[in-house]
């Protein structure tokens, strides 16, 4: 019973940024993965960046460099920070945590629209 909300998201200009937030509650007892994904219209879910316990980050070519994932030290947020946005980046974004027993979760979504 894990439970994933996002918030952040809106209307930025391209060149802009924005700031997602992911709240993480509900009876976790070992977190393998949190990541945020993205779907854009016509196109398949993709995704768009990890973190580990650890600490290990992981982009997909098209955000690194101008996306930064990170956490509070109790894992009860999940952040997303974009920069230089384009208009490819439009979707809505949705955050992701996989868990210890194989158990996953998603978030509603937020949408993340980049126009002029």
């Known amino acids: 019973q894990v439970q994933l909300v996002e918030s952040g998201g809106g209307l930025v200009q391209p060149g802009g940024s924005l700031s997602l937030s992911c709240v993480v509650s509900g009876r976790i007892f070992s977190i393998n993965v949190m990541g945020w994904y993205r779907q854009a219209p016509g196109k398949e879910r993709e995704l768009v960046a990890t973190?580990?316990?650890?600490?290990?980050?992981n982009f997909a070519d098209s955000v690194k460099g101008r996306f930064t994932i990170s956490r509070d030290n109790a894992w009860n947020t999940v952040y997303l920070q974009m920069s230089n946005l384009k208009p490819e980046d439009t979707a809505v974004y949705y955050c992701?945590?996989?868990?210890?027993?194989?158990?996953?979760?998603w978030g509603q979504g937020t949408q993340v629209t980049v126009s002029s």
């Open positions: 973190i580990t316990p650890g600490g290990r980050t």
């Open positions: 992701n945590g996989r868990f210890a027993g194989s158990t996953q979760a």
